[in-house]
């Protein structure tokens, strides 16, 4: 099995390159099928969950051509089925948009009981309510989601919780719905905007993505666009917090820095230096970090994405910090793997009490998810000595070329498959 392994202690310096938004291109690549006209996207980034995606279009009869790693073309004419299943997209949480797309587009869809990362109960109920308010009747089957209609109507739905998934989703199916949607209490991630953006760029009608009143106006068909997805803010978070951490010095290039402000403010207020520039952040780690808190919201408040990655810069800061976890219940379990490297903390219901410490030591963890396993890169190249981690597959789902990029930034890191290229590695690092 591949794992990373890393050797730790060097502070992170020069200039990396953010990819496409993978939690937009998710739902961007569901919107293309959308028409029969051909869709080219581009910005895609070229990891795991993107690319099943893609291949499960395809297995239903989309045509696609792969104009280079980060491009493509979808037609979604040749759509000969709309039955969803197939191994690799049980594993994906964004396979979900295929229902929004397909019912739009062709009334009925079923698809394969969501995936994705272990991270709590991950309900899909206000999907169904938005879904059932289109006029459509939703039913799990054999583990399938089935939802069909006659046709799709317009209509006002109040989300019980602020959920990206079933923003998505609901947008997705009302922009081919007769009459006018309303969606209120509806997320506003960024990339909300960059899917509504896509929408309409194909002739759609939707007003108000980004603040929580979305109206859609019905279309009757949408048309073919080119469109590019946005920066992937959770993977700029990452390399931002990766600089405070290693005590570096990053340009994190090709992002929206307006996205990513809940971070820049933590990262001021633990002491560290902040350069914003028109498409780039530069992050300089300062050698003595304070402590501080950070509690978990939807967007603009601080990203449950970012919530690992953050633990590990409280793990080397001043003094004591806490995480509230108010998204996903069940997103502490890679404490323990932290513990192992020597992090003081203690989790209280969904509230991590972490005490900082001087450093922090090598060892063999794993990835139990894919921001958890990003968060324990982080650690290990932090910490002194070699740290193994198995599970890689989970952080490959959502960064492109993690290993590569930050390898171009200084770290000592490899991916590794037997014990003797766990030795060369050990043989050639410093
Ligand atoms: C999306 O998950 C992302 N995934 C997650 O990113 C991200 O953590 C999450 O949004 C929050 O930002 C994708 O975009 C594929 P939600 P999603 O619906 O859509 C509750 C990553 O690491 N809820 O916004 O599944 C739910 O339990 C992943 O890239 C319901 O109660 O999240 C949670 O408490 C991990 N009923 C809250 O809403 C529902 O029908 C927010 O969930 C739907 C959600």
């Known amino acids: 099995m591949e794992k990373y392994m890393i050797k730790g202690g060097t502070p992170l310096t020069g200039e990396v390159e953010i990819s496409g938004a993978k939690n937009a291109a998710l739902g961007i690549v569901a919107a293309a099928i959308m ?45 000969h089925s709309v039955h969803v299943d197939n191994e690799q997209v049980k594993k994906i949480r964004g396979s979900y948009y295929l229902l929004g797309a397909l019912l739009g587009k062709f009334n009925k869809a079923e698809v394969t009981l969501p995936g994705g990362c272990n991270i709590g109960s991950r309900p ?43 923003t998505i989703n609901v947008m997705l199916a009302a922009s081919l719905a007769e009459g006018n949607t309303i969606i209120e209490n509806a997320a506003k991630e960024p990339h909300i905007v960059d899917v509504a953006n896509m929408l309409n760029s194909m002739g759609a009608n939707i007003k108000g993505a980004g603040t929580d009143v979305i109206r859609i106006k019905g279309v009757s068909k949408l048309h073919g666009t080119e469109y590019s997805v946005i920066p992937d803010q959770i ?70 994405d970012m919530q690992p990655q953050i633990t590990v810069v409280f793990s080397l800061a001043k003094g004591t910090s806490t995480v509230t976890e108010s998204i996903f219940e069940n997103r502490f379990k890679y404490v323990d793997e932290l513990t192992k490297m020597g992090a003081k903390i203690r989790v209280e219901g969904n509230i991590a009490v972490i005490e900082g410490v001087d450093g922090l030591t090598g060892a063999n963890v794993n990835a139990l998810d894919l921001r958890a396993g990003a968060a324990l890169v982080v650690a290990g190249l932090c910490a002194e000595g070699y740290t193994t981690i198995d599970d890689i597959h989970y952080i490959q789902r959502g960064y492109e070329n993690f290993d590569q990029k930050l390898r171009s930034i200084g770290a000592q890191i490899e991916i590794v498959d037997s014990e003797k290229e766990e030795q060369k590695f050990k043989f050639q690092v410093i």
């Open 235 to 304: 993977e700029a978070g990452t390399f931002m917090f990766a600089a405070a951490a290693t005590r570096g010095n990053i340009l994190v290039k090709n992002v929206i820095p307006k996205h990513l402000e809940a971070l820049t403010a933590k990262l001021y207020e633990v002491g560290c230096s902040v350069e914003e520039y028109d498409d780039a952040v530069r992050v300089i780690g300062n050698p003595i970090q304070k402590s501080s808190q950070v509690k978990t919201l939807p967007y603009p408040g601080f990203p449950t």
């Open 35 to 79: 028409t029969d006209e051909t869709v080219t996207i581009e910005n895609l980034p070229d990891v795991r969950d993107i690319n099943v995606l893609i291949d499960t279009i395809a297995e239903i009869g989309a045509t696609v051509e792969r104009v280079n790693r980060h491009c493509v073309r979808i037609n979604g004419s040749t759509i």
């Open 124 to 166: 899909i109920d206000q999907h169904d309510k938005g879904f059932t308010m289109l006029g459509a009747s939703v039913k799990i089957e054999y583990g399938m989601i089935v939802a069909e209609a006659e046709r799709l109507s317009g209509a006002h739905i109040f989300f019980d919780v602020v959920t990206v998934g079933a």
